[in-house]
């Protein structure tokens, strides 16, 4: 990459956040109640303080492995159920309706029926589960049963085996999905985590955070854990680019 | 029989009637080659035959077959070299004797470089080279190929009849090869069939299989006129 090309990948995202916090000041000496809607150098001076703490640290360390949990939770029981989805019909069958069901499923009302059932730190990870499950889920049934169909068909031409199809095929065309997907369903677990930590209030963690800022009227400092959270978010999917980026040059995943 | 037998088969999509109490029996280790107008049932014939559609009456025997598609149909996430592998488990069991059998192959073919490589990373002309020995590789009596040269330039499908003709001098066995090209079905085939009309039937256009594939010179006066009397037949 020359600097001319450098200079054309930063330009937009640096106009969009001079943009952005132009419009917050304008909105911020519009509103003028700080309480309320605080300047944004004031976020940052907030963001700087708790950069300074070490709970801080350890709230987001706490929930970075939460969404880590859940999401690989999500993961592995999705691949291991498509897989067998993949291979026979009946159970694709019997799989369709329940992950339908827990798509629609409202994830307040869920996070809510955990509240009774599970203590608060396993709760959000409990709810990024059942959110992020049945999308991974659908994502890679569609993508062996559909978008490769036809290799399904070589393979029953070729009475390919079954343990050879369950060990070899479907997870080298699994592993391409799960890295195409990852960008965009790693970030929502993040944000089910977050929820679920604010309502079920679980140590260590961001959510708690946000609402203890919440509960003190100390904007600056929720918007801060929600900057902090943003940044969370850029390094999780800079995490999935590296590790992409790794498989694609050591071969092991040529997409 | 190692052979592919219609007996009776009648079969239609929806609204339109592709066969009709059609009877056929393919000529044993030799190369049959089908050509026809497109949506005549060539590619159904052959779905028939692997088993991939079932006939509403009548019966189709075939026995254990390899497959060519139109497509190559390898898997974009695996290499070469698993691409063929995970087709040749069952009937080689041991790796190491797979493995030999494999890069054996993939020497003769000279595309043994080719190996590692994902299939997104080949030329068309390779994949195909590579779809071809998969199912060369792949022990069976009968092997089925449908359009396996389409969309490819002259020079590389005469190379890929070539290759075509080397790996069946060495495993000879019961050819369906679809297509529509005239200078493949004269290079590779035995017997020149049309299938024609609807509901369709089998036209033999020609037979040379007294004429050897491996030296055949298709501009020779014979080859010239056989070469018009088909482009005539099939109106291409």
Known sequence: ?255 | MSTVTFDKVTFGYDNKQIFSDFSFVFNLDCVNVVMGDSGVGKSTLLRLSMGLNKPSQGQIYCPECSVVFQESRLVEQLTVFDNIDIVLHRAYPDKKQRTKIIVNALQKADILQYAKRYPQQLSGGQRRRAALLRAFLYPSQVMLLDEPFRGLDNAIKQSLAKDFLMWYGDTPKTVIFVTHDVEVAMTVGDYIYKLQDNPANMRLLCDLSTVDKQNRDLYSPYFNKLRQQLNNVCEM
């Open chain 1, 1 to 255: 990459m020359n600097k001319k090309q450098i200079l054309i990948t930063l330009i937009y995202p640096i106009v969009a956040l001079v943009l952005f916090v132009t419009i917050w000041t304008l909105c911020a000496l519009a509103y003028s109640k700080p309480l309320i809607l605080p300047y944004f150098w004031e976020v940052l001076a907030e963001l700087w303080k708790l950069l300074s703490q070490g709970s801080f640290y350890l709230a987001l360390l706490a929930t970075t492995a939460r969404t880590l949990l859940g999401f690989l939770l999500a993961t592995i029981i999705a691949w291991v159920l498509a897989q067998f989805a993949a291979d026979n019909v009946h159970v694709r069958k019997v799989l369709n309706p329940i992950v339908t069901v827990l798509r629609s499923l409202p994830t307040m009302s869920v996070i809510l029926l955990a509240l009774i059932w599970f203590r608060s730190g396993i709760l959000p990870v409990f709810v990024a589960f059942l959110v992020a499950f049945p999308l991974l889920y659908s994502s890679f049934v569609l993508r062996l049963t559909q978008d490769n169909a036809d290799i399904l068909e070589m393979c029953a031409v070729f009475k390919v085996p079954c343990r050879v199809r369950m060990f070899k095929l479907y997870p080298s065309i699994l592993l391409s999905t799960l890295m195409r997907i990852t960008d965009s369903i790693l970030p929502l677990t993040l944000k089910v985590i977050v929820a679920g930590e604010v309502l079920a209030n679980t140590v260590n963690s961001v959510g708690v955070n946000m609402q203890n800022a919440r509960l003190n009227v100390e904007t600056a400092n929720l918007l801060a854990w929600t900057v902090a959270c943003v940044v969370l978010c850029f390094v999780l999917q800079a995490l999935v680019a590296l590790v992409r980026y790794i498989l694609r040059r050591t071969n092991v995943c040529p997409q």
